[in-house]
Nanobody, 127 residues
Framework: QVQLVESGGGSVLAGGSIHLSCAAA????????MAWFRQAPGKEREGVAA???????TYADSVKGRFTISHDSAKNTLDLQMNDLKPEDTAIYYC?????????????????????WGQGTQVTVSS
């Protein structure tokens, strides 16, 4: 059974940086997307960034140029480097795996396409 455990959340001032990591136990990163999602209070969950083993990353427009998603094959972790953070980035961030298969880029940021989820980690950005 896939187990995803996020770490690295916290509080920063606007303009700061946070690095999130998701440890993926019993999961092989091959051919299917992994992704980061977030949910702010009172808002729907939204896809932030996604990546699959043989293709480039996909980002939401709101984070392009500021966030970088990557997979560390040695540690089997999914990472999200977040720079130039803004108050509107405040949310609970979730790691997701077992998503759309390779090539289905248009589905990569749709939460319903993922079958495994972590418990989430809080990111708070103050102005």
């Amino acid at each position: 059974q896939v187990q995803l455990v996020e770490s690295g959340g916290g509080s920063v001032l606007a303009g700061g940086s946070i690095h999130l990591s998701c440890a993926a136990a019993a999961y092989t990163f091959r051919g299917y997307y992994m992704a980061w999602f977030r949910q702010a209070p009172g808002k729907e969950r939204e896809g932030v960034a996604a990546i699959e083993s043989f293709g480039g990353p996909t980002y939401a427009d709101s984070v392009k140029g500021r966030f970088t998603i990557s997979h560390d094959s040695a540690k089997n972790t999914l990472d999200l480097q977040m720079n130039d953070l803004k108050p509107e980035d405040t949310a609970i961030y979730y790691c997701a795996a077992d998503g759309p298969r390779r090539g289905l880029t248009h589905q990569a940021l749709r939460g319903v396409q993922y079958n495994a989820w972590g418990q989430g980690t809080q990111v708070t950005v103050s102005s």
